[in-house]
């Protein structure tokens, strides 16, 4: 077992672990916290798979981003000084067995494939590959995708701001 | 001289109205004066007219104008062969006359509307009107195919729906108008259908080609029998124009439109339109179809004729009296009398333009008073107007030195013609008494309207004289109903310039034994003389024409004059009491004056009919067909209640059963029943996992 | 094979109008009103411009190069389980003589109702985007020619009319927009069942020579692209083709609509605002006999030919059962309405007889149809504005009110009983020419001339109640037309007059395709009839 | 053992997106529910570049991870903003209570 080895079950374990806090935590600043842990066992993950640049953007993204929004969600939505911010849960029995089944089937069907895997060396740094296809082949997505995001902080901030 | 202008020219007569119609009806409400416009354009028009007219006549009496474009091509038709649509014009001599009554006619109409209408609202539009009725009459004369004279034979369809609906404030101008535009729809289908077979057979509509086809021995479906068929299906077409029996019943209503449009379209032009068509038609007319021509002019000359006894309203007694004496122009292209028929038509044209207009005179002169009932003595008060009326009489009588004694005797001679030929006298028979009545007739109205004393003081005293513009038309068509401008030779005609070098009878293309017999020439005849070939009878029916003039003449005197007698016992002597008669053939008098009760019995029967089978339908649509899909949509309605309950009940109960033995799936279900996403979620995936297991092989 | 996509660009053009309108603040309302008008104007212009760019010559039908303005990209490819094979969807546009005469009264009749729509007094801003998202619905039907494009467009321009119908109606407009959908519903899946069955059974051979399933409708339209086994394949004995062919027709005959399908048309109508109506008669009535051209005719030739005596039957039926509904009919916009299904008889007819002049009939009759249809529609609507009733006994004697007005009337509604020198004469002209010149149809066709003389009976009839005799104290405020009405009113007359007295701009449109399809059916009647089991 | 391959991060990723789903079912919080989202999201761009990876792609995969997570980041800006209004309106962000589409 070499470093890379071990590093993926460290982040694995990290993800995972971190990942069944956040659906199983009762408060909800824990799971939120546990959040921050996935997102950067992910981040961890993609490095080992040699995608540098998503793993930063995966750290400044989500970790600096998205769960700060949600941070707010929870701060503005639950009333932090009457009530514990505790949350309760639902269908559990059947649930788990369900997505157990589910994720049961999921996994054994990965491993019981076989997976052709031709890895390519590893570059450096896919930085520039990824620039200059983003540039290029996907300049017409990644404009919309601005685009995207214009609207979405207008549709946001005025749905928000109503009433 | 050079006479390829003279389709130009004609371009001007068509389109000049039509240019007029538009910028008079435009400028109407703002322009005070513009109905100028359209009495410039038609005196434009009639000086045109009369230069074409007489170009033609004078110097190219045997020369045939045609111009024509392509209107719609088709291109190369898979099934039918190579398909164009044209228009175009063509002139010859029936062309060059008609275009000139028609166009001298117009124009006093426009004239003596100057007066007539004067202090109408809509004055200006009503000029408008009277141009796109000219347009369109102009398009049926210069036509050379049969589907535009189809499109104008419409267009004059709505031309005279406009201006007998012209004062639409009264219900029964409005009615007459409806009435007279549906009837003659009615015979257009028929005309219409006959183009089908037409085109089905010929691919063309030019009537040129059509004959040339025909004399080339192509018959519709290649049989004599669809040529008869075709030939009475464009005839049905006259008979909705020209109100002949069976459908005749629209001119006397249509009676409510102005006056001077009923000289001008319901006596002169318009309804002559039908008569036209039969003799453009009348070389492609096999003998069975001319015979059933012949029946159709003999009744509608005789049924009016019995009708015209007994009205009172002036304008009435002219209207059956028009349909009498189209009834004749139409027997006698029947019979063959190509000739005549046509002659008659010119005449008749402006003897009845001039009677409309010498009573549209007397009823200005009244006050719009057109019971004749309520007039009596006018002769001293409206000493012009009753000259006229007593010479547009004499010609409509057929008394001699009038032109309508020329053209009347040519009719029955041909008819008596027709019966020593065939043995067929009934067309003879049905011409001599119709032209007693008709002298009775007219001269009843006559004697009733300017002899006597007044009936109604009041409207008698404030009667006066018509002014020049209405005065000068009566003058001019009454000197041009005498003899003399159609031949030189007061008792026959056949000398004449008209009949001699105008009016000829074309050459028919019919095969040979499906003519009348009489019309097939000679065939030494043919061969011998060069000059003749175009003459369609034969040299046994000219003598025969001959022979039948004289009697026919003598007879026509007598029987004239014995109406004329009768209608002066009746009403001027008072040697016999009208009163009297009237009660001793009570039924017969009211048989005629309530018309033969056609309006009745049409209304009860199609009219009523009609409306009773589309409410029958309407109801139908919408009880029974309607119904259908409503019911179709309760029953949904109906089953899915009842899904709903055994979905309550059976379904769930089961599922409850399942419950029981199964709690988790029970449970799964049941939350089911909450509406919330995160179950649906949970099912979901609980169906995806059973997806999975039964597909997938781990 | 030109640079500019018009088609897309014609298609999408209100789909842009409606974003344009959803970002605009429901207040302003001129403006909304503004970019409706402005968006379906430039439509028009589109219109006008392709119309300029149109080559005559080119026929269309069952021949994909001579289609014109061809746009086909790649869709929708995904590789599936192996007996499905590769599920392949093209973006294919084009247009050829059958429905360029549509494309361009699609954009003028939108024009003009968008005009009509200025009245619309609540929920201004959902109106107009529904009015758009419908337009790019119904231009798209027309354009399409990928099935599947084509279903999407059918179903795409379905939900907005529910809506405008539903939401904007009369009295009654739940239950008449209800019926609408589900009556057109129902025909969809009649269409959908018989495009999914056609898409199994016939294949296209891809560049690289694989053979895969198609929705192509060209590639359909040939009986040599269909598999031994297919469903739907001339080559299989026991095909369904007869089943499909019905099934597909009532799809049809449902927007056409046809006898027994219509009566879902009187009440939509009733209940729609003017505008509606005007879109309804003028365009989409037209989708029906469109698919019946586009569809059934190329793609099951054989089955067509052994049911032309029945489509004339139902022709003829629509024409005089249309018309003898119209005549009894008490509420106005319900006779325009029966007078729409006699005149959609005519175009049923006019295909039945499968000869050039009768199709172009039939095609004309559509465009005529729609015009014609639209200005009695709206006349309908200028006098319900100002009297609020559509009832034809509680009018009489307009004409001295309303004369310019009744002007108009008079020009439609004589436009409408095929008055020469109109263009509904034409096209009724060429339809029983052509219908006639069918040994099979003839005697059909002589009965339903009989429509010629009842239309010209309801429409005179309706003329006098409304708009001759005295006048009604009641109405003697109400005014002439106003600037608005004219701009709809007079293209219409004009385009109607122009198109009576010179034909040839419309028929030598479609003239080469109408002579490649008459071919082109006659030619695969002996195909079929050679084809041994 | 077999040393780390394709399978094993896909593994990850399935373990990841059963807890996501799990979370998304059995939470009452909307927030909540965002969370398991995002935990579903994060998967799938494990997946995206674990092919690519494995897959001799190219980087196509890594740009799509990429596209993912700015989309994840306007979905959770209009989401967040969303649970804001419902809670404005409704005093509570549990999904459960919010029936209006019942009505």
């Not at chain 1, 971190?18 to 950067?40: Q, R």
């Not at chain 3, 025909?187 to 929705?215: D, R």
Request: glycine residues 8%; proline residues 3%.
């Amino acid at each position: 077992m070499n470093l890379a080895d071990f590093l993926f079950y460290v982040f694995a374990v990290i993800t995972l672990v971190s990942a069944f806090f956040v659906v199983t935590f009762k408060n909800i600043i824990y799971s939120a916290f546990s959040l921050l842990l996935t997102f950067l066992g992910v981040a961890g993950i993609y490095v080992l798979l040699g995608a540098d640049f998503i793993a930063i953007v995966q750290v400044i993204v989500y970790v600096g981003g998205i769960l700060i929004l949600i941070l707010f969600g929870v701060m503005l939505t639950n009333k932090i000084q009457n009530v514990p911010i505790k949350t309760e849960a639902s269908f559990i029995i059947p649930a788990s067995i369900t997505i157990g089944a589910f994720g049961g089937i999921l996994v054994s069907t990965f491993i019981n494939t076989r997976w052709k895997s031709m890895p390519a060396e590893l570059a450096n740094s896919t930085l520039t590959d990824v620039g200059h296809l983003l540039m290029n082949e996907y300049i017409l997505i990644f404009e919309l995708l601005g685009i995207l995001l214009l609207v979405a902080l207008v549709g946001a901030a005025s749905i928000a701001r109503k009433q | 001289m050079n006479g390829s202008n003279l389709i130009t020219l004609s371009l001007f007569i068509l389109f000049a109205p039509l240019v007029g119609f538009w910028f008079t009806l435009i400028l109407g409400k703002k322009v005070e004066k513009s109905y100028l416009i359209e009495i410039v354009i038609s005196t434009l028009v009639l000086l045109t007219t009369i230069y074409v007219t007489f170009t033609k006549l004078f110097y190219f009496p045997d020369t045939k104008f045609v111009s024509e474009f392509t209107w719609i091509n088709l291109g190369e038709m898979p099934l039918l062969g190579k398909v164009t649509v044209e228009l175009g014009m063509m002139i010859d001599n029936i062309t060059a006359l008609m275009l000139f009554v028609v166009a001298l006619i117009s124009s006093l109409v426009h004239y003596y509307s100057i007066e007539y209408m004067k202090g109408d609202k809509r004055y200006n539009r009503y000029f408008a009107f009277l141009g796109i009725f000219t347009f369109s009459m102009m398009g049926i004369v210069l036509t050379h195919n049969i589907l535009m004279m189809y499109i104008f034979w419409e267009l004059v369809g709505l031309s005279s729906y406009l201006l007998i609906g012209f004062w639409f404030e009264k219900d029964s101008a409005s009615d007459a108008s409806k009435k007279a535009f549906l009837v003659n729809r009615i015979g257009d289908l028929g005309m219409f259908a006959g183009i089908l077979l037409i085109f089905v057979n010929y691919h063309t509509f030019t009537f040129d080609k059509i004959f040339m086809a025909i004399g080339n021995g192509v018959l519709p479906f290649n049989s004599e029998f669809w040529l008869t068929i075709v030939g009475i299906l464009l005839f049905c077409g006259a008979i909705g124009k020209s109100a002949q029996f069976p459908l005749h019943v629209w001119l006397p209503d249509a009676m409510e439109g102005p006056t001077p449009v009923s000289a001008l379209i319901h006596a002169a032009t318009m309804v002559a339109a039908g008569v036209y068509l039969v003799a453009r038609i009348f070389p492609m007319m096999t003998g069975d179809a001319l015979l059933f021509v012949a029946v159709i002019g003999a009744l509608s000359a005789f049924i009016p004729a019995t009708i015209a006894l007994t009205q009172t309203d002036i304008k009435k007694v002219l209207a059956y009296s028009t349909i009498s004496q189209l009834g004749y122009m139409i027997m006698a292209l029947g019979v063959g009398s190509f000739a005549f028929g046509f002659f008659h038509l010119v005449t008749h044209a402006f003897f009845k333009a001039g009677l409309f207009l010498g009573a549209g005179s007397v009823i200005h002169a009244m006050h719009h008073e057109q019971d004749i009932m309520k007039m009596g003595g006018l002769r001293k008060k409206l000493p012009v107007t009753y000259y006229t009326f007593l010479i547009f009489c004499l010609a409509i009588s057929g008394v001699p030195l009038t032109s309508g004694f020329l053209t009347k005797d040519g009719i029955l001679a041909g008819t008596f013609a027709f019966g020593l030929l065939t043995g067929n006298s009934i067309f003879a028979i049905t011409g001599f008494f119709v032209a007693m009545l008709t002298a009775f007739y007219m001269f009843r109205i006559l004697i009733l309207t300017f002899h006597g004393k007044p009936q109604d003081e009041h409207k008698y005293e404030h009667a006066h004289e018509s002014p020049f513009l209405m005065i000068a038309p009566l003058v001019l068509l009454a000197i041009l109903s005498i003899f003399i401008f159609y031949t030189a030779n007061p008792f026959n005609a056949d000398s004449g310039w008209v009949l001699s070098n105008w009016i000829k009878t074309p050459a028919s293309v019919v095969p040979e034994h499906a003519r009348y017999s009489f019309m097939v020439p000679e065939k030494m005849q043919e061969a011998a003389v060069k000059t003749t070939e175009h003459i369609t009878h034969s040299e046994v029916y000219t003598e025969a024409l001959h022979h039948a003039h004289i009697p026919a003449v003598l007879l026509s005197l007598v029987l004239a004059g014995l109406g004329i007698l009768l209608a002066f016992a009746f009403y001027q002597w008072k040697k016999i009491d009208v009163d009297a008669l009237t009660l001793k053939v009570k039924p017969l008098y009211t048989f005629s004056l309530n018309k033969w009760y056609f309006d009745e019995f049409y209304h009860k029967t199609f009219v009523s009919g009609l409306l009773g089978i589309s409410n029958i339908l309407a109801w139908f649509d919408n009880y029974v067909v309607d119904g259908i899909v409503n019911g179709a949509a309760s029953v949904t309605r109906m089953l899915s209640r009842f899904s709903g309950v055994f979905d309550n009940y059976v379904v769930d109960g089961a599922v409850n059963l399942t419950a029981t033995f199964s709690g988790l799936i029970g449970l799964a279900f049941r939350k089911l029943q909450t509406g919330k996403v995160q179950a649906y979620v949970v099912l979901v995936v609980f169906s995806l996992v059973l997806l999975l297991l039964f597909f997938v092989k781990i | 094979m030109q640079q500019v996509p018009f088609l897309s660009l014609i298609t999408f053009l209100p789909l842009f109008g409606m974003i344009i309108i959803l970002l605009l603040p429901k207040s302003n309302e001129k403006a909304i009103k503004s970019v409706s008008i402005i968006i379906t104007g430039i439509q028009v212009v589109l219109a006008g411009m392709i119309w300029s760019m149109y080559n005559y010559s080119l026929g269309g039908i069952n021949n994909q190069a001579t289609y014109q303005f061809v746009e086909k990209f790649r869709w929708i490819e995904i590789a599936t389980v192996s007996w499905l094979g590769t599920i392949k969807v093209d973006y294919f546009m084009g247009i050829d003589g059958l429905s360029a005469p549509l494309l361009f009264l699609t954009a003028l009749i939108s024009f003009i109702a968008a005009i009509s729509s200025w009245k619309i007094d609540h929920s201004l801003k959902g109106y107009h985007a529904m009015y758009l998202l419908l337009v790019t619905g119904m231009v798209g039907v027309f354009v399409s020619l990928d099935l599947f494009l084509f279903y999407i467009f059918w179903e795409l321009m379905l939900l907005p009319m529910y809506f405008l119908i539903g939401i904007w109606g009369g009295p009654r407009k739940e239950y008449a927009a209800i019926k609408f959908f589900i009556y057109t519903l129902f025909g969809s899946v009649f269409l959908l069942l018989v495009m999914i069955g056609l898409y199994l059974s016939a294949t296209e051979t891809l560049a690289n020579g694989t053979k895969v399933f198609t929705f192509n409708m060209i590639a359909l339209m040939d009986p040599q692209n269909y598999t031994q086994t297919g469903i739907l394949s001339p080559l299989n004995p026991n095909n369904l083709r007869f089943v499909a062919y019905i099934a597909m027709f009532v799809g049809f005959a449902i927007k056409i609509p046809m006898f027994p399908f219509h009566t879902w048309l009187p009440d939509a109508h009733v209940e729609a605002p003017t505008a509606i109506s005007v879109i309804l008669a003028g365009v989409l009535l037209k989708m029906g006999t469109y698919g019946i051209l586009r569809l059934n005719f190329p793609i099951f030739p054989e089955i067509t030919q052994q049911l032309v005596w029945w489509i004339a039957l139902f022709g003829a039926i629509n024409i005089i059962y249309g018309a003898l509904c119209a005549m009894a009919q008490k509420d106005f916009k319900k006779l325009i309405a029966y007078s729409s299904v006699s005149h959609m008889g005519f175009v049923m007819l006019g295909m039945a007889s499968l000869n050039t002049a009768g199709i172009s009939g039939a095609v004309f009759q559509m465009f005529n149809h729609g015009t014609i249809t639209a200005m009695l529609f709206l006349i309908v609507g200028v006098i319900y504005d100002r009297a609020h009733t559509r009832g034809l006994d509680d009018f009489g004697g307009l004409a001295v009110q309303m004369p310019i007005y009744t002007g108009f009337v008079s020009f439609a509604f004589f436009a409408a009983i095929g008055l020469p020198g109109l263009s509904g004469f034409i096209s009724e002209a060429f339809v029983f020419l052509g219908a006639f010149s069918n040994v099979q149809i003839r005697v059909i066709t002589v009965v339903s001339t009989l429509g010629i003389l009842l239309g010209a009976g309801y429409m005179l009839w309706t003329l006098q109640r409304v708009y001759l005799g005295k006048l009604n104290e009641k109405w003697n405020k109400l005014p002439d037309l106003d600037f608005r009405e004219y701009a709809m009113l007079v293209p219409l007359a004009v385009i109607i007059l122009i198109l009576g007295v010179y034909p040839s701009f419309m028929l030598d449109l479609m003239n080469s395709s109408v002579n490649t399809m008459v071919t082109f059916m006659a030619k695969s009647q002996t195909f079929f009839s050679s084809i041994q089991f | 053992m077999t040393s780390i391959g394709l399978q094993h991060y896909l593994v990850v990723s399935s373990i990841l997106f059963s807890l996501g789903l799990f979370g998304i079912v059995t939470r009452k919080n909307a927030v909540m529910v965002l969370m398991g989202i995002e935990l579903i999201l994060n998967s799938a761009n494990i997946n995206f570049v674990a092919f690519a990876r494995y897959g001799n792609f190219g980087f196509d995969g890594q740009l799509i991870a990429l596209f993912v997570v700015i989309l994840a980041a306007a979905e959770a800006a209009v989401a967040l903003a969303i649970v804001l209004n419902i809670y404005k309106n409704f005093s509570t962000v549990n999904v459960d209570e919010i029936d209006k589409l019942k009505e």
